[in-house]
């Protein structure tokens, strides 16, 4: 069974860091391109940054320079670095799984607010 | 990117169809036949229900369907029942970013 599950979240002050893990299990993670995608609640879904099991890596125009993803193949663990932050990013992170231009599978998510 | 279209709320009574819309534009929705859909219920993650405009994976009830033309897709589901209840997503891969999701449409059954 396919399993994503989150971590990390949690409240954070404007222009502080938070990193998001996702540990992955129940299939070959090594061989699948991941995706973190956000939601604000009550809103439609977000998509924030992408890596490919080779490591090519696309950010979300508001993100980039700030947020940061990475793979540990080895740990099967997803990671999103996030740095000064802001309020407009205060949503649920999800971690998911890329299958040939869909989302297959969705972790549980995250929740990540950033207020002072 | 502006998200894509839908309509905020459907209702219907149960047993009868629905059908939500999903708008984009040429570089989204009209370029690719990559539209898929989710179901989401409060507090819990978005499930796949529809892939590839039109496909279900497997487990996902045959009440549902996808259909797309130019730049608008859909979704219809049909005799509805009380479980469909949730909120329904659409979602396109895009020229610019891998995946662009709609605004959201919230079912009700009556």
């Known amino acids: 069974e396919v399993q994503l599950v989150e971590s990390g979240g949690g409240l954070v002050q404007p222009g502080g860091s938070l990193r998001l893990s996702c540990a992955a299990s129940?299939?070959?993670?090594?061989?699948?391109?991941m995706h973190w995608v956000r939601q604000v609640p009550g809103k439609g879904p977000v998509w924030v940054s992408r890596?490919?099991?080779?490591?090519?890596?696309s950010y979300e125009e508001s993100v980039k320079g700030r947020f940061t993803i990475s793979r540990d193949n080895a740990k099967n663990t997803l990671y999103l670095q996030m740095n000064s932050l802001r309020a407009e990013d205060t949503a649920v992170y999800y971690c998911?799984?890329?299958?040939?231009?869909?989302?297959?599978?969705w972790g549980q998510g995250t929740l990540v607010t950033v207020s002072s | 990117q502006s998200a894509l279209t839908q309509p905020a709320s459907v209702s219907a009574s149960p047993g009868q169809s629905i059908t939500i819309s999903c708008t984009g534009t040429?570089?989204?929705?009209?370029?690719?036949?990559?539209v898929s859909w989710y179901q989401q219920k409060p507090d819990k993650a978005p499930k796949l229900i529809i892939y590839?405009?039109?496909k279900r994976p497997s487990g996902v009830s045959s009440r549902f369907s996808g259909s797309k033309s130019g730049n608008t897709a859909s979704l219809t589901i049909s005799g509805l029942q009380a479980e469909d209840e949730a909120d329904y997503y659409c979602?396109?891969?895009?020229?610019?970013?891998?995946?662009?999701f709609g605004s959201g449409t919230k079912v009700t059954v009556l």
């Open positions: 998911t799984r890329d299958l040939e231009y869909k989302i297959d599978y």
């Open positions: 129940g299939f070959s993670f090594s061989d699948y391109v």
């Open positions: 890596i490919s099991h080779d490591e090519i890596i």
């Open positions: 040429s570089s989204d929705v009209g370029a690719y036949n990559h």
């Open positions: 590839d405009v039109s």
């Open positions: 979602s396109s891969y895009a020229r610019k970013t891998p995946f662009i």
